[in-house]
Every structure is written in C-alpha cells, then in structure tokens.
C-alpha cells in the first residue's frame, strides 16, 4: 500500500484508457424494435445505423463503414434476404451478419450460416441486450 501513496499518478488516468466504437448497420423493419434495439447498442458505446431492406442504396453506403450487420429476416420474401445476404458475404467479407428472426430448423439455419451469419437471435425468446451480448461478443474476438 505505501507504493501506491508514494507513486506520482492519477489514478484517472489509469482507467481512461480508449475505446474504439465500433459501428452497427441494423436493418429492422418494424419502427419499435429498430428503437429499442438502437437504445441497447448505443447504451454500450455501438455507433448505430438505421436503414429499410428495401433502400439498398442507404444500405450500400452504409456497408463500408460498418462492423456489424443486424438484419431482421421478417418482413420480406426470404428468397430477397437470402440472396441479399449473399452478396454481402461476396462483397463485404469483414462484416459479421447476425440475424434475427422466428425459430429456425436445422435445415434453414445452415443455409444462413454457409453465407456468413454468425449468430441468430429468435426474437420471441431473447431480449434486447442479448443482441448486444452478441455483437460485443464478435468483435471482441
């Protein structure tokens, strides 16, 4: 203990050390989640981006910059997804894909894992932060 009082230093300063935010592109359909989701992940340092499935040029430009790519596979023809998931993982091969969406069987869960989805979150049985957990999870890796 006596080296710790004699030491010169702010104790501050041990503990700012820098974060690198890192940046999340969420593609939720329904307004309510994107919200609530978007809340979870800047509450823990993500930089969120928001965009529809339908404007890929919003998405485009957004795909450059992003670490992470949340996509809710709700809401459109899964055919649309699937291919748009594709390309991504053609494209953008740096970024990591999480899903989210309702139960997936095997044998629809390992299509969306051969085009480069990490992780799936079944929306009835998670919350919010376990999509954060994820993310922070992968990036941590």
């Given at each position: 203990?006596?080296?710790v009082?004699?030491?010169k ?10 974060r ?11 307004e ?5 989701y978007?809340?979870?992940l ?15 040029f919003?998405?485009a430009?957004?795909?450059?910059s992003?670490d992470?790519?949340?996509?809710d596979?709700?809401?459109s ?6 291919d ?5 993982s ?5 970024i990591?894909?999480?899903?989210i969406?309702h139960?997936?069987?095997?044998k629809?869960?390992?299509p ?8 799936h979150?079944?929306?009835?049985f998670?919350r ?14």
């Open positions: 203990m006596d080296y009082t004699r030491q230093f702010n104790i501050n300063e041990l503990t700012n050390v820098p690198i935010q890192k940046r999340v592109l969420l593609i939720i359909g329904e309510y989640l994107r919200e609530i978007c809340r979870h800047e509450a823990d340092d993500f930089e969120v981006l928001v965009s529809n499935f339908g404007n890929h919003a998405i430009k957004f795909l450059n992003s992470i790519l949340i996509i596979l709700k809401n023809e899964e055919d649309d997804k699937l748009f998931l594709k390309s991504i053609r494209e953008f091969p740096r990591s894909i999480i899903t969406g139960s997936l069987d095997e629809r869960l390992l969306l894992m051969a085009l480069g989805v990490v992780g979150l079944d929306r009835r998670s919010p932060q376990d999509l954060v957990n994820i993310a922070r999870t992968i990036l941590t890796r």
